[in-house]
Structure formats: C-alpha cells, structure tokens
C-alpha cells in the first residue's frame, strides 16, 4: 500500500522544504485553495471498552493546492504552513507527472529513515521493559 502523505506528513521538515522548493519552478503557477493552521480532535479507542473518545486537540498546519485538475494536499502535526505546504508541492508534483521518479525517491529515503529512527525507538523501550514473573 502507498503511503506516500503518510510518510510526507512525518517527514524531515528541513528535508522536505528544501526538496519542494526544487518542484516550484516546474510545477509553474499553482492555485493555492487552503493554507492555514488549526486545532483537530484527537480520537482514541478505549481497549477495555472498545469506545472511542477524544483524548485532546492537536494544532495541525494544511495546505490544499491546485494545478489544472491536478490537487496537492498536506497535513503536518505543528504551526509550520511551510512545511505543509511543501507537503502538499510534492503532493501536486506527483500528480501532475512532475519529477516522479525523485519524488518518489525522496518518500522511499524519508520512510527508510523514518522506519529507522522508529526501529531505535522501540529498541530503547523494550531495553526497559520490566518482566513481573521474575520478581
């Protein structure tokens, strides 16, 4: 499955403004529909119920940007407009046929590195875990 927002939404912000900014001039004139920042309720299921129920607010940043037929949409946890918006610039590059193959390229290196840093950190949790039968 592609999970291409996915892995943009978690990706490095600096990574990722310096890729986009290589897109605009071959993207051309863009419209841009949305660019703003807000609070988006927190869902979370109750295991031992199996209800869900809000567990708080998250401010989130997201841009919405078209080309032609062609839209762009990014969505990043944070106030950076920026960085949604470079988002939602590859977003647009992809589906407009606009340098594929490198965009494609820097989504597989950010997932790698992403996959990576998530690997180390559930190594660092489990180096915590206590076993209770030993006690």
Do not use: W
């Not at 807000?38 to 295991?47: K, N, S």
């Not at 809000?54 to 106030?79: F, P």
């Amino acid at each position: 499955m592609d999970d291409t927002l996915g892995t943009l939404a978690r990706a490095d912000e600096a990574k990722l403004k310096t890729f986009a900014e290589t897109l605009i001039h071959e993207l051309g004139e863009i419209e841009v529909l949305k660019s703003q920042s807000g609070l988006v309720m927190l869902p979370i299921r109750d295991t031992a119920k199996g209800v869900a129920f809000h567990l708080g607010e998250v401010l989130m940043s997201e841009a919405h940007i078209r080309k032609g037929d062609a839209e762009g949409y990014g969505m990043r946890r944070g106030h950076d407009l920026e960085a949604s918006m470079a988002m939602a610039l590859v977003d647009l590059a992809m589906a407009t046929n606009v340098r594929v193959s490198d965009c494609k390229a820097f989504c597989d290196a950010q997932a790698e590195a992403l996959q990576n840093a998530d690997d180390d950190l559930l190594r660092r949790v489990e180096a915590t875990r206590v076993n209770m039968e030993t006690f």
